[in-house]
């Protein structure tokens, strides 16, 4: 018999390629503010409701609920509330149904973010252990993975894991649309000097880093950045070679950025390791 995951914001970017991984193996739900489909069922983060059936026979939870950070409007603290109420008092609502049923999960496995890093490491690799930021973004990461290991303290699940989730590039989402529209209105934007890191993933991997969280029931945080760091020319690079005839070269990226050897070294195999390889496929995809 197939085990059940339920997934936290559903309609999300990631989610959408989460749900076709795991549709193999596992029978999956969606919470969600508007359910549509048998699977999906409905959920209310202001008025703390849920339908109770999303909870049934459910082993793994995989939260990605989350109002966009910067999604253009001002951090006001209305606004810093709901950015909170759908990562941590999202995670919470759920903990406390959970533990209302005496229900147990296998695994929890959470979505968090690189805003957790201040990059004010001396070392050139920064790995999971690299120094907290400061600010609303660090803050908010590091309550967001207080309240997944809660989880685990409260012994509702047996695993606890965090995903660092970075940048994320696909075609049906994200910001490489954006990057795409910028290199086709004007090419000689990648070779205008951006030297700095960009924290990036392919959807695809991203989306199978949870998944393979959930198959393997993990424990900790985890960065997901692909293993070949790039910088924003490197991605401008990458597209007008693609779109522009352009022949840029892309040399190995030497500044300081993060590393994800620990999701490697517990076996996960980046598809998309470099930012030419994931570039082309997601431009071929949207042919």
Known sequence: MKQTVLITGGSSFIAQHLI????????????????????????DLENWTMDEKALDDVDYIVHLSGSKLNDGT????????????????????????????????????????????????????????????????????EDWEKAADQFKADEVADHVSKIRVSLVLGNDGGIFPVYMNMVKSDPQVAAQPNPGAFPWNHVEDMAGIFAFAVEHNLDGVYNSVAPQPASMQDIFKAIANEVANTHYSISAFQGQHLVSHKIMDKGYVFKYPNIEKAVKNIIASSK
């Open 20 to 43: 076709k991984i795991l549709n193999e193996k596992y029978n999956v739900k969606l919470l969600t503010r508007a359910p549509k489909k048998e699977n999906e069922y409905q959920w």
């Open 74 to 141: 001002p951090l006001t603290n209305e606004r810093k509330k709901l950015v909170y109420d759908t990562r941590i008092g999202a995670a919470n609502f759920l903990r406390e149904k959970l533990k209302s049923r005496n229900q147990k999960l296998k695994a929890f496995v959470s979505a968090s973010a690189i805003g957790y890093y201040g990059f004010t490491d001396k070392a050139l690799e920064i790995d999971e252990n690299g120094e907290r930021g400061h600010g609303f973004s660090a803050d908010l990461s």
